[in-house]
């Protein structure tokens, strides 16, 4: 078993967790780049169309952590 999460750990699990993020899975993701690479990562109407299960409103979020965050995909 790992140490248990630090206050600021703690905090951000939290904040993922508000935006709604935790609610996508792996396939969610494999999706969401895909439909990025074919319709450019700013036309949100297209990619949700792609999405299952998701509304324009939660890709449009996710897209905005998405842009935040995409370097630590690479452990940057």
């Given at each position: 078993?790992?140490?248990?999460?630090?206050?600021?750990?703690?905090?951000?699990?939290?904040?993922?967790?508000?935006?709604?993020?935790?609610?996508?899975?792996?396939?969610?993701?494999?999706?969401?780049?895909?439909?990025?690479?074919?319709?450019?990562?700013?036309?949100?109407?297209?990619?949700?169309?792609?999405?299952?299960?998701?509304?324009?409103?939660?890709?449009?979020?996710?897209?905005?952590?998405?842009?935040?965050?995409?370097k630590?995909?690479?452990?940057?």
């Amino acid at each position: 078993v790992g140490d248990p999460l630090t206050a600021e750990e703690l905090e951000e699990k939290e904040r993922l967790l508000e935006d709604g993020s935790s609610s996508w899975s792996r396939r969610d993701f494999n999706t969401f780049i895909r439909a990025c690479e074919k319709y450019g990562r700013n036309d949100i109407k297209s990619i949700a169309s792609e999405m299952e299960g998701k509304t324009e409103e939660e890709v449009e979020r996710y897209a905005k952590v998405f842009k935040d965050r995409y370097k630590e995909l690479n452990g940057e």
